[in-house]
């Protein structure tokens, strides 16, 4: 069932929350920031695999920008420890930097991409980075308390 | 983890997401806004207003502190006169600096949050719990340990899961039971300084053994120094008798020597190769458990894991102390009878499900031998089904603040307003010199 909404606003007033999807963290790489990038079987019918990948790799893109050891966190670093780390008093650390930029980003795509397809993308960081959530909105007219049955995976185990 | 003996009252059970209905729980408006460090489930103890994080047992870290002191002080007091006017001024200048970045890296190393994880929200716990009940299959019984198996630079690591955290550890993380946190790349957890030793406070902690091994050191070196020459005038007991302070300073000096330096060398052996103390003790990395075993997150030489560890990126603190609790978000209900059932409509369902996982909870607790402390973990359900996630945008919020008073707290579980430390990551704002993210 594709519901639209044309902007947040429509989601605000009509959607009612339905399900959220979790992505996870890929540590296939080390402990390094990275998400998993393997499409969700629950978001298959309400957004285009590409979009949803594209947005996950750029964030993945975003984090490894943040933690990257070169030479520039190695100034930065060395610098800090010569002021007793008082730098940080007028300065941002590169990490909260891409952190801003961030979430500069994900409110961009929920904006664009997501809330018309009644989704909303919920920023990494407010979950402790483990998870990317996504959570699917249903539009309140429409559904039925059984709508959402479809979407959720595993529960007939019970 | 070891099965509880009865079994059958073991019952494994899914977590409850679901809070009370609007109609249980007024909303009070006039409650004055809490901040997020007086709800974190941990056991931790804050100071100034969320600005400081500490370990609950500080009494061996005021010993630290006590000790640099006072020795510092009677070094300065008693024997720097001496060596200045004798030898040079120089002397003091650099036993001044030293002491304060000594007491600089401890205070740091001290105050800061380690790189404490948050811990799950209600809905990811469940979710997480239906992923392992599809793969476990359900049996009835409580399921054996978690873990999951990843593949890190061709090592096979596995990832264990947390019941107190509710989350499965990332790789080198690991639970502090001292503090009730699961904390990143934990390294141990460390009275002296009062605080566990993480992935944030690493390098301070490093720069602290360091600089107090060359402070102790130096301050060893010139009042042996200050004895002799002064023996050298007035003889070897009058000397003594003339500062009776360098006595105890040699003393104290004589046996931290030993231990701060040796642990100085050890944490350098264990930066230069990339692994926790943690690890080290356990022999993960150890060649002694198999012929491919390796350490699959250095970098190959000792300078890269130097500077990685020591110069590296400082990430940011996940959990928000000082942002304000926000109003209660919309969650998900659990599935009951195999239907999920959405939006506010079961409020019958919502208590019977809640009291359900209260006794098995209960039951768990009191039967099961869980590494962690067993009684926070009613604690721990208490706090992760109070409030929700924040809003972060305004679009969020608008949707969220509709099902505000949806999602109230749980009245018979006494949660406190109990919000996970999800966090709104907020620009920093350093008050202190030596404070903290």
Redesign the interface.
Known sequence: MATEFHN??E??RS??????V?I??D?????ACRFQTKFPSELESRIERTLFEDTVKTLNTFYAE????GGQ??L???L??AT???I??CM?????KV??KI?KYI?EQ??KIY?PRGL?I??P???????I?VSI??DRGSSG??S??SS??????? | MHLGESTRECEYSQISTRSSTPMETPYKKKTPKKRKWETFPGRNRFYCDGRIMMAKQTGVFYLTLVLILVTCGLFFTFDCWFLAEQLTPIIPVIGAVLFL?VI?TLL?TSFSDPGV??R??P??AA??E??I??AN??TGYRPPPRTKE????GQT?K?KYCFTCK??R???ASHCSLCDNCV??FDHHCPWVGNCVGKRNYRFFY?FILSLSFLTVFIFAFVITHIILNSQRIGFLSALKDSPASVLEVVVCFFSVWSIVGLSGFHTYLISSNQTTNEDIKGSWSSKRSKDNYN??SYGNIF?NC??A???????S??DRRGFIQSDA???AP?T???????S?QSQQSHKQVNTVDCHLQAKAAHCDCPHNSGVLLQGVAHHTGRG??P??E??S??RA??GAAAARQIHLKARGGGI?????S??Q?IL??GL?
């Open positions: 947040l606003q989601l605000r959607a009612s929350l339905a399900n959220k979790f996870q963290r540590y296939s790489e080390g402990t943040a933690e990257k050891i966190s190695y930065e670093g060395c800090a420890c007793a780390y008082l940080f008093l941002e650390t590169r990490y909260e952190l801003k979430a409110q929920n904006e809330a909303l919920t920023d960081i407010e979950r402790g980075m483990r998870v959530e909105y249903e308390s059984s959402g049955s959720v995976s595993g529960s007939t185990a019970r | 970045f600089g740091r994880l948050p799950a929200t809905d990811e979710d997480l239906r992923q009940d599809v299959g359900s990843v593949v890190i630079n690591v990832l989350i499965f990332p790789p080198r990143e790349r720069m699959p997150y890269t500077c990685a020591l110069c590296g990126p400082l990430p940011p996940l959990i919309p969650q998900l599935p009878n195999g239907l999920p059932m959405y939006g409509t996630p924040e972060r945008t679009a969020e608008h949707v509709r099902f430390s999800s966090s709104p990551w620009p920093l350093i010199m030596l993210n």
